[in-house]
């Protein structure tokens, strides 16, 4: 794997470099750029890397200028003291973000990501709209997902997030699973829609579900500390909350 830092911080720079060769010592690094405009003189004669590490404020802007004169065909993982609501722009539309100062077992976490949708999907690279990330950034505001494109048998059509009782993972396919009691396949990973979907409204109950709140009936306490959800009439049978995630969803369906 090839990558490049953007940096505009040299100690910053030195320590992510480090904290990547000692995690990942097959890895080569390409270049550190601190400068937009470096950046883009340089990739607009050369292959893009396998993966980007990329700084927000830069010496000459903000790294989103990148966008404006290049087509980034590759990952990008930033690293950012921005507050929350850019935060979850980042998860909606990047491999991950780190904030500063960046921790090594974070960084990890962001390898393993990469690495897991990498081996998932050949199109880990898909084009990403940046520019939704700058007008998140510029009006304080939060972006979730809210519709899907499925392919019906001689056409394509719109589902909406809110029509959906549950995500699941079954035989290597993601389904979404209708409150009307349809199920459709949807091109995401279970991963990719745990970071795209409202946490106000959807909660990654175990492995295999990602439960919207409204499906939810009752539940009740499981053997090994785990939970059984019972969903509303005629949805599914019960889901089962791990031991890890049952305090979570308890605190989760009690949030107001």
Not at 20 to 25: T, V
Not at 152 to 165: H, L, Q, R
């Amino acid at each position: 794997m090839k990558y490049v830092i953007i940096e505009d911080e040299k100690p910053n720079a030195r320590m992510l470099e480090m904290y990547i060769s000692e995690l990942r010592p097959k890895w080569s690094l390409v270049s550190v750029f601190d400068r937009v405009t470096t950046f883009v003189e340089y990739f607009s004669k050369s292959e893009y890397p396998d993966l980007i590490f990329m700084d927000i404020q830069l010496k000459d802007g903000l790294c989103f200028e990148i966008f404006d004169k290049l087509d980034v065909e590759c990952p990008i993982v930033f690293t950012t003291a921005f507050d929350q609501y850019a935060i979850r722009a980042f998860e909606v539309n990047s491999i991950d973000y780190l904030l500063k100062p960046v921790e090594e077992d974070k960084l990890l976490h962001a390898f393993e990501k990469f690495e897991k949708l990498h081996a998932q999907d050949d199109e880990v690279s898909e084009k990403v709209d940046y520019s939704r990330i700058m007008e998140t950034i510029k009006n304080g505001t939060k972006v979730y997902r809210n519709r899907f494109m499925v392919s019906g048998p001689k056409s394509y059509f719109k589902i909406d997030v809110k029509e959906i009782a549950f995500f699941k993972s079954e035989g290597g396919a993601c389904l979404a699973h209708m409150f009307d009691g349809k199920e459709h396949v949807l091109e995401q990973t279970l991963e990719k829609l745990e970071f795209q979907l409202d946490p106000e409204h959807f909660f990654r109950a175990n492995r295999g579900v990602i439960l919207n709140i409204d499906a939810i009936d009752n539940f009740e306490p499981y053997f090994g500390g785990k939970l059984t959800v019972n969903l509303k009439k005629d949805i599914c049978e019960p889901i089962t909350v791990s031991r890890l995630k049952a305090n979570s969803f308890k605190s989760w369906v009690d949030a107001w």
